[in-house]
């Protein structure tokens, strides 16, 4: 009989499960997080969240619904820490999550589920101190990004592959987000196959859902008559929004009678290596002569992200790597066809010919020529909207949820154990 869990430490160091996904180092590992605690607090399992302070009015502790907790740990300067810079808070944010433990009986926390090779590192020493299982999911994987560098992006660092080397040699088991995953984590990582399992991420069916394009338009002061595409995630070179305004000005040369009533819309905000030029979209939009077609808008609440979603006739996730496309996933929920490149997990969270199209490579041309047929083919376009709902509607969190929960009790039987130091 599995034994029971009731109650999981989740860790998140270097992003908080609190801000804004679409900005700063917040995007889909955040809702990831948020929405599979609490599915799981509806399964009955308690879910405390770690994750460091970054602002000194932040109280210790945040209940974002029954069941699920966000801990504040300070590690470092609260604002203005660079990601790059946290390795050397690890010993901080350590001792903080060790600390909190120790106020408790042992065997507080039944298991550990980190997130991000930072979380990973913190995770394993915590593992072998409280003497319980350490489930992993990368989410991005360095050895992977490097392989699918865009242009002028700069590779991780070699501390990071080691970290992340370390933590898949630690972890009792690795999550992949999709079976192209678990592959990488096996071939890259030497990950051993026993210790991988599969669980697709999910979408808030609750939210994103379809409802009225025409009333999404109003409410976000759009045309009724336009053709929308839409681009939502961080402005940074690894999520290619170039890409869509450079395919943008080659619909627009090849046919200028659509300018009239093309609008490009890209709903995000700088992060990563967009931070060195925050202008980078109003910048380039300049110089391809398309400034009157594109409107940036900052990051938007789910609520109102789902209007863009709906107001839109094609999503673009032109993206060099994904681990998976939650925002391909939540478009598709709310009968939004995508455009996405043919990476990673948006191999799964897009049905080619189905709910959008997969598109092969980074060239603005051919990222054009696939777009203007959702101008062109409207017949085929509704028909790719009617299999997103289909496709989205398969991939609930709380599917995700009942699957963590097997992963978690199957990690608990297999638990392998490692002597205690004495002194520690």
């Known amino acids: 009989m599995a034994r029971r869990i009731n109650r999981v430490a989740t860790i998140s160091m270097h ?17 990831y997080i948020v929405e599979a605690a609490r599915r799981l607090a509806e399964l009955g399992v308690e879910v405390e969240i770690f ?14 619904q029954p069941g699920v907790t966000v801990r504040h740990i300070t590690a470092g300067p609260y604002e203005e820490l660079d990601k790059g810079d ?24 039944d298991l550990i589920h980190s997130h991000y090779w930072l979380s990973g590192q913190v995770g394993w020493l915590a593992k072998e101190r409280w003497g319980v299982p350490l489930v992993h999911t990368m989410h991005t994987m360095a050895k992977v990004k490097n392989l699918l560098l865009a242009e002028g992006d700069k590779p991780e660092p070699v501390a990071r592959v080691l970290g992340e080397e370390q933590v898949v040699d630690m972890a009792d088991r690795l999550i992949a987000n999709t079976a192209d995953e678990a592959r990488e984590l096996i071939d890259l990582y030497h990950a051993p196959t026993e210790r991988v399992q599969v669980v697709n991420p999910g979408v808030n069916l609750r939210v994103f859902q379809p409802a009225s394009k025409g009333a999404a338009r109003r409410r976000l ?24 305004l450079k395919a943008t000005a080659r619909m627009l040369a090849e046919d200028p009678a659509l300018r009239s009533r093309l609008i490009v819309a890209c709903v995000g905000g700088p992060s990563g290596n967009g931070l060195a030029r925050p202008s980078l979209l109003t910048d380039l939009a300049a110089e391809l002569g398309i400034s009157d077609v594109v409107r940036l808008a900052p990051p938007a609440p789910q609520d109102e992200l789902a209007d863009w979603y709906r107001a839109a006739d094609v999503t ?9 496309g939650l925002v391909a996933l939540e478009s598709q929920a709310c009968g939004t066809p995508v455009a996405a490149a043919a990476v990673g997990g948006l191999r799964t969270a897009v049905r080619h010919d189905r709910s959008g199209v997969l598109v092969d490579g980074h060239e603005p041309q051919t990222w054009a020529t696939a777009l203007r047929a959702f101008v062109d083919r409207p017949a085929w376009r509704d028909s790719l909207a009617s299999g997103a709902r289909e496709h989205a509607a398969a991939f609930g969190w709380s599917a995700t949820a009942a699957r963590l929960l097997e992963v978690y009790q199957d990690a608990m039987a297999g638990l392998r154990r490692t002597p205690v130091a004495a002194n520690l």
């Not at 499960?17 to 180092?25: E, K, S, V």
């Not at 946290?86 to 926390?109: I, K, N, S």
């Not at 673009?316 to 998976?324: A, I, T």
């Open 15 to 31: 992003t908080s499960p609190l801000d804004q996904p679409g900005t700063g180092d917040a995007g889909g590992m955040n809702v």
């Open 51 to 64: 994750t460091r302070q970054t602002a000194r009015d932040l109280p210790p502790t945040v209940e974002l």
């Open 86 to 109: 946290l390795p050397r808070q690890l010993c901080a944010f350590l001792w903080g999550v060790l600390r909190t433990e120790a106020r408790y009986e042992p065997g507080y926390y």
């Open 221 to 244: 002061e759009l045309p009724q008559d336009a053709h929308i595409m839409l681009f939502v995630g961080r402005i940074q070179p690894l999520k290619a929004p170039d890409v869509l």
């Open 316 to 324: 673009v996730v032109p993206s060099y790597s994904e681990s998976f």
